[in-house]
């Protein structure tokens, strides 16, 4: 067999290959796992409630906008996880380190790995952007570290997000997950109590 036969089925193999491994990464889903609206006990109303939830994990990631205490699921084929954003609120800044646009949002964050395997969850995979559109930058002044960790399946993790932002009632939050080989994503609305 030629030199060049040989080079050409192996081409062919490492080609036929990737596709299976390209196959095998299928898409980011992101849906609401958990309602947290009050809803009324009687059958009707949680039937409902189920077909606006079918239909909320339909849509694209890039359509559903979730907010504070929603647990949202995101599944891709190299991790999952539960994330939650569980509390926004302004912190004083510290002595040493002045917030150069006034105020500190301090967001609570929980993380849950469903899946199968190690996720790495980090602050850097979060942005958060002012009314007028302009990202803000993150605020390095406290002891407590922001939320960095790898994360073993079933096991969680709860952390603290810091940002130097001017006092607004709310901020959008936008969460590209590491592990996810799509860049998804995520968009929350921040309202700040």
Same mark, same amino acid.
């Given at each position: 067999?030629?030199?060049?036969?040989? #080079?050409?089925?192996?081409? %062919?193999?490492?080609?036929?290959?990737?596709?299976?491994? #390209?196959?095998?990464?299928? @898409?980011?889903?992101?849906?609401?796992?958990?309602?947290?609206?009050?809803?009324?006990?009687?059958?009707?109303?949680?039937?409902?409630?189920?077909?606006?939830?079918?239909?909320?994990? $339909? =849509?694209?990631?890039?359509?559903?906008?979730?907010?504070?205490?929603?647990?949202?699921?995101?599944?891709?084929?190299?991790?999952?996880?539960?994330?939650?954003?569980?509390?926004?609120?302004?912190?004083?800044?510290?002595?040493?380190?002045? $917030?150069?646009?006034?105020?500190?949002?301090?967001?609570?964050?929980?993380?849950?790995?469903?899946?199968? @395997?190690?996720?790495?969850?980090?602050?850097?995979?979060?942005?958060?952007?002012?009314? =007028?559109?302009?990202? #803000?930058?993150?605020?390095?002044?406290?002891? @407590?570290?922001?939320?960095?960790?790898? %994360?073993?399946?079933?096991?969680?993790?709860?952390?603290?997000?810091?940002?130097?932002?001017?006092?607004?009632?709310?901020?959008? %939050?936008?969460?590209?997950?590491?592990?996810?080989?799509?860049?998804? @994503?995520?968009?929350?609305?921040?309202?700040?109590?």
């Amino acid at each position: 067999m030629s030199t060049n036969n040989k #080079l050409v089925k192996i081409s %062919l193999a490492l080609i036929l290959g990737m596709a299976v491994f #390209l196959g095998a990464c299928g @898409e980011t889903e992101v849906s609401k796992s958990e309602s947290t609206d009050s809803q009324d006990d009687s059958n009707t109303d949680q039937e409902e409630a189920k077909a606006e939830e079918s239909a909320d994990s $339909a =849509e694209s990631a890039e359509d559903q906008v979730f907010k504070l205490g929603d647990t949202v699921s995101i599944e891709d084929s190299m991790g999952s996880i539960d994330l939650t954003i569980t509390g926004a609120s302004f912190t004083e800044p510290t002595e040493y380190t002045e $917030a150069v646009n006034g105020k500190v949002l301090t967001l609570e964050v929980t993380v849950e790995n469903t899946g199968d @395997e190690q996720v790495f969850v980090d602050s850097t995979d979060f942005a958060v952007y002012n009314s =007028e559109g302009s990202k #803000l930058d993150d605020y390095y002044g406290y002891d @407590e570290m922001a939320i960095s960790d790898n %994360l073993n399946s079933g096991k969680n993790l709860s952390g603290k997000m810091y940002f130097d932002v001017s006092e607004q009632d709310s901020y959008e %939050l936008i969460y590209t997950p590491f592990f996810s080989m799509e860049s998804k @994503e995520i968009t929350f609305d921040i309202a700040v109590k």
